[in-house]
């Protein structure tokens, strides 16, 4: 077994601790070093990521994917439903439902393969809180079975602010959270997606910037409260939230 990335995690204890509010048990260690070892075995056959060395992997994949839901890891018995749409690998799904093993994650990909692939490492990371779901955000938007059901929707790297928007909020629940990772912010964009979010039905509830602990990368999330439901409009067809931003 590579345990570079377990060495790792014990070598960054105290950053995680006081940046991330938590605390790893060795079970969640364990898992973390496993999944690492999945995903790049994963990597072989599909393209998952390019962040392969354990310090990027740390960073840019465990501590930027739970660095977003920080304020929810200090009650590690929060039971929420959570879907993490254009999960890609699993991030940043897979992580949150390692700290959050009382919580319901569902992990959502247009890409079958990698929900396949996903599908397959679930259980050797003996994850019982984790479903997969093939599809489009904007067709399974208007499926009852997932539509205005989640109490949290996270979604890194997937597509431009307004087309998240509109992928996210017609999945949560009236008082839900939509949060949306990103690199760069400019304050000018906050005109614009107040509008957006207020077409879907949501506010901007807090906007976070910060840097990764290691490379100082700058980093932001958008935190949107769903206030009013969704109208039946959205989100649009497929391929137009990402090519005509609202
Ligand atoms: C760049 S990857 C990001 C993966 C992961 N979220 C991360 O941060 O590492 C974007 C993923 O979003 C998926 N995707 C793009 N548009 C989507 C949509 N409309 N519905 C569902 N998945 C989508 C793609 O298949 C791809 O796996």
Redesign the pocket.
């Known amino acids: 077994m590579n345990n570079s990335l377990l060495s790792f995690l014990l070598e960054m204890e105290d950053i995680w601790q006081t940046t991330l509010n938590s605390q790893l048990t060795t079970r969640q260690k364990i898992q973390f070093q496993r999944l690492y070892e999945l995903i790049l075995q994963g990597n072989l056959k599909l393209n998952l ?1 390019r962040i392969i060395e354990p310090q990027d992997f740390w960073e840019k ?1 465990l501590w930027d994917s739970l660095r977003g839901v920080v304020s929810l890891l200090s009650n590690s018995h929060n039971q929420l439903s959570v879907i ?6 699993g ?2 799904g897979i992580p949150f439902a390692i700290m959050l093993p009382n919580s319901q994650v569902n992990l ?4 079958q393969k ?1 929900v396949t692939f996903l599908t397959q490492i679930i259980p050797e990371l003996e994850l019982h809180n984790v479903t997969t779901t093939v ?4 067709k399974i938007g208007h499926n009852p079975k997932y539509r205005e059901q989640y109490d949290v929707a996270l979604i ?4 431009n602010t307004s087309a998240c928007i509109e ?1 996210t909020l017609p999945l949560i629940k009236k008082g839900g959270l939509a949060i949306i ?1 990103r690199g760069n912010w400019m304050d000018y964009e906050i005109t614009s997606v107040t509008g957006v979010a207020k077409q879907l039905g949501g506010v901007i509830a807090y906007i976070d910037k910060f840097k990764t602990p290691l490379s100082q990368g700058t980093r932001h999330c958008l935190y949107l409260k769903k206030i009013t439901k969704t109208s039946s409009k959205f989100p649009r067809p ?1 391929g137009i939230p ?1 090519s005509k931003p609202l």
């Open positions: 990521t994949h993490d749409i254009g999960t890609g690998g991030f940043p959502l990909d247009s890409t990698k599809g489009r955000a904007e890194r790297a997937v597509s992928y990772y497929i990402n």
